[in-house]
């Protein structure tokens, strides 16, 4: 699993960080259900479970976010939502960051244009 994280990451080198002025949110969703809320805040991704989900005992908690009441931060993306963004190398993201008017690409562009289903589980991440 871990070799997975690491190629997950390897192929995001080229890809910007997030930088320090980027303001973007999303929703966690599983069905109708919020699950949590994902921002970035000061250059650091920050992550924290909602009332609705803490208020609830079917679903537990997302295993990189093991405590339902507390605010989780990182500078860098966690794999969870990190396995959402396609390689660089895909033709389809490859067409989206040369069309980009300003040549520069973070995680959080990606993530909010290519992140919000995955096969690799069943939350979708919804831009607010």
Do not use: C
Request: glycine fraction near 4%.
């Amino acid at each position: 699993m871990r070799d997975l994280f690491q190629k997950v990451y390897d192929w995001l080198a080229g890809v910007e960080p997030l930088p320090v002025d980027e303001k973007i949110a999303f929703k966690v969703m599983l069905g109708k259900l919020v699950i949590g809320h994902l921002r970035a805040e000061n250059g650091q991704w920050v992550f924290a479970y909602s009332d609705e989900f803490r208020s609830q005992s079917n679903i537990k908690p997302i295993v990189d976010f093991p405590h339902k009441h507390r605010e989780y931060r990182s500078a860098s993306l966690w794999p969870f939502f990190a396995l959402r963004i396609p390689s660089p190398t895909q033709a389809e993201v490859r067409d989206f960051i040369n069309r980009q008017p300003n040549d520069r690409i973070d995680e959080g562009i990606l993530l909010k244009r290519f992140g919000e289903r995955t096969i690799a589980n069943p939350f979708r991440l919804v831009p607010v």
